[in-house]
C-alpha cells in the first residue's frame, strides 16, 4: 500500500519547525474510506425510501376476517333424474379462484365427479349438476380454491328406475 505524500504545514506568524504540523493533502490511492456528504447520501438512499412504500401498497389487501367458503347438502330434482348441489364463497373482499365439485360417495374406492362449476369470484353460489344414478347412492359437494378446501353434509338420494 503507497502512502500519499504529507505537507509540512508550518503555524502562521513562525518559522519555527516545532509548531509545524503534517496533514496529508489527499487520501492514500484505493483507500475503500471516502468522505461521503449528504447530498450524495440522499441520492444513493432516496431511490429506495421511496420504493420500500410502493412494494407495500402494491400488495393486494387480505380478504375479510369473515370471507369463508361453503359447501351445501346436494338434492335432487322432483324428477329424481339431476342431482345438484351448491357452494361458494361469502364474506369476501379479493376475487380468488374456486371450484364447485359435486361426487358420487362410493365406498372404498376414489369418489367420481358427476358435475362441476369453476371460475374467479368475490362472493358467489355456484350449482353443480349430474346426471342421477340408477339405485340410492350417496352425494356431497367439494369446495375448493385460493380460499380453502371443504366439503358439504352427505345426501342419500334414491333414483326412481328412469335414470
Not at 468522505?35 to 412504500?53: E, I, M, R, W, Y
Amino acid at each position: 500500500m503507497r502512502i500519499a505524500p504529507r505537507d509540512r504545514v508550518v503555524q502562521p506568524g513562525t518559522d519555527d519547525a516545532s509548531t509545524a504540523t503534517f496533514q496529508s493533502a489527499r487520501p492514500p490511492e484505493g483507500c475503500p474510506f471516502v468522505k461521503l456528504n449528504a447530498t450524495f447520501v440522499l441520492t444513493l438512499l432516496a431511490p429506495a425510501a421511496v420504493a420500500v412504500p410502493a412494494v407495500i401498497a402494491l400488495q393486494a389487501p387480505a380478504d375479510a376476517a369473515g370471507c369463508g367458503i361453503f359447501a351445501n347438502k346436494p338434492y335432487a330434482n322432483a324428477a329424481y333424474t339431476v342431482v345438484r348441489g351448491s357452494g361458494g364463497r361469502s364474506g369476501c373482499t379479493n376475487n380468488k379462484q374456486i371450484k364447485i365439485d359435486l361426487r358420487w360417495d362410493r365406498p372404498f374406492s376414489p369418489d367420481p365427479s358427476i358435475g362441476y362449476k369453476s371460475g374467479t369470484y368475490k362472493n358467489v353460489t355456484l350449482t353443480a349438476e349430474g346426471d342421477c344414478l340408477a339405485g340410492t347412492h350417496d352425494y356431497y359437494v367439494e369446495v375448493s380454491g385460493d380460499a380453502g378446501h371443504t366439503s358439504g353434509s352427505r345426501a342419500n338420494i334414491s333414483a326412481n328406475d328412469d335414470c
